[in-house]
């Protein structure tokens, strides 16, 4: 612990890491799921983010016991004891899975926007080989190499901060009442769309408990890690809700919602050729480093559960350059088999966000419980709580059957699996 804090990451490299995992694909696509809900959505933004600062504040303190520090399925594993190992099985195999299939979109946005460098059309299935393409590409040379030095994490998330600050600055000028408090498109009421658009906007914040995975690699990271977890929630937040704020009183509601790319186009309008291309080309660079830091932290945590003996142990290990294979071959392979649903038209956009919500969901509330039990703390956990029961509740039932189904095939992995070792 000693190293930690004369050598390692400051807060601004800490943070950087925070900022740079959740602004990816979040907030260049979400926008068109959540115009659907017209100005209620910019409420369910303003909401999640609210929700999500108090979620990370709760990570970033769990992240400071020695089982918090093995991570939130190892954390609920120590809480309920009385379960048996189940509990952190079914935390680790959801929070694989739903990363999984938050990768999936990213793998995805990044075909989309990445088409957009090329001068001539490229078809669905030329993106869906560039998706799986880039997928494999990135689990090889995570096999092979490390990834992306500190350094370049942070001049890639303050490049992206002050890029899509911009976008909202040229916005400001357009901004007035009316195009913000535009009606919804869908037969709900004013609450239900606050609701429904939550899980959508915490999509964007995946990957907000990130910093807490970093805590053996930071100066003074009792300090560090919960500041820049707060900071970069905060930070995040700030850029989601003002660039879809940038949207809405840029493009009108109905092309904000059959928009495959909002945020360029919306750039397009405000910035001109060349400020398009800029953030079209930040927006490939931060959501290619989106997938690989998706890739690297799912592969760690297939990786871990078969540590922990919840899982067969030959995925239990490292290739020399200490990258758990067998585990990224997993992970590819569900991450293709996602990106292949969603461009035979199997799964949209709109039920992969929300089952990438709600597998996380469940996480965070096993994390949340867990953490009351080992610090019981009242207040945080009942306004924890219900921010994730109103996530919960905003989901689609088809992603509660979808991940419902998911969560039950994880119990062929549970039932063959050797003896414990936690």
């Not at 990570?59 to 093995?70: A, C, L, V, W």
């Not at 938050?102 to 030329?126: D, Q, R, W």
């Amino acid at each position: 612990m000693n190293s930690n804090k004369e050598a390692g990451m400051g807060i601004i490299g800490a943070t950087s890491i925070s900022v740079g995992t959740m602004v990816s694909s979040g907030i260049l696509i979400i926008s068109s799921s959540i115009a659907i809900y017209g100005g209620w959505g910019l409420l369910g933004w303003i909401s999640s983010a609210f929700c999500a600062v108090l979620l990370g504040y709760s990570f970033s303190q769990m992240s400071r016991s020695e089982d918090g520090k093995k991570g939130i399925p190892v954390y609920v594993s120590k809480a309920f004891k009385s379960c048996g190992s189940y509990l952190g099985f079914q935390t680790s195999w959801d929070h694989w899975s739903g990363l999984c299939m938050g990768c999936s979109a990213v793998s995805i946005a990044f075909a989309t926007h990445f088409v957009e460098l090329f001068p001539f059309h490229v078809s669905k299935a030329g993106q869906a080989f560039l998706a799986i393409s880039l997928l494999w590409l990135l689990i090889l040379g995570n096999c092979r190499s490390s990834v992306f030095s500190v350094g370049m994490i942070t001049a890639i998330a303050i490049l992206k901060v002050i890029i899509f600050s911009s976008i909202f600055l040229f916005s400001i000028p357009n901004i007035s009442l009316d195009k913000i408090m535009i009606p919804s498109t869908v037969n709900v009421s004013s609450l239900q769309s606050v609701f429904k658009s939550m899980p959508l906007a915490l999509f964007a914040f995946l990957g907000l408990e990130s910093a807490t995975s970093s805590y053996e690699s930071v100066k003074n990271p009792e300090r560090t890690v919960p500041l820049a977890t707060i900071l970069g929630v905060i930070i995040a937040a700030s850029l989601f809700i003002g660039m879809h704020i940038a949207v809405m009183v840029t493009l009108p509601q109905d092309l904000q919602i059959s928009s495959a790319k909002p945020v360029y186009d919306t750039a397009s309008i405000l910035m001109g050729k060349f400020g398009s291309f800029i953030v079209l080309f930040i927006a490939v660079l931060g959501l290619l480093g989106g997938v690989n830091g998706l890739v690297f932290i799912s592969s760690y945590i297939m990786f871990s559960s078969a540590s922990s003996g919840w899982v067969s142990a030959r995925i239990n290990s490292v290739n020399k350059n200490n990258f758990p294979v067998p585990s990224s071959l997993l992970t590819g392979a569900l991450v293709t088999a996602t990106v292949l649903s969603y461009y035979y038209g199997l799964l949209s956009m709109h039920v992969l966000i929300n089952l990438t919500s709600f597998m996380l969901i469940k996480v965070y509330i096993a994390g949340v419980l867990a953490h009351y039990i080992h610090s019981r703390g009242l207040s945080l956990f009942l306004i924890n709580m219900f921010s994730c029961v109103i996530l919960l509740l905003g989901c689609s039932l088809e992603a509660v059957l979808y991940g419902s189904l998911i969560s039950a095939l994880g119990l062929i992995f549970y039932l063959f699996r050797p003896s414990e070792k936690i």
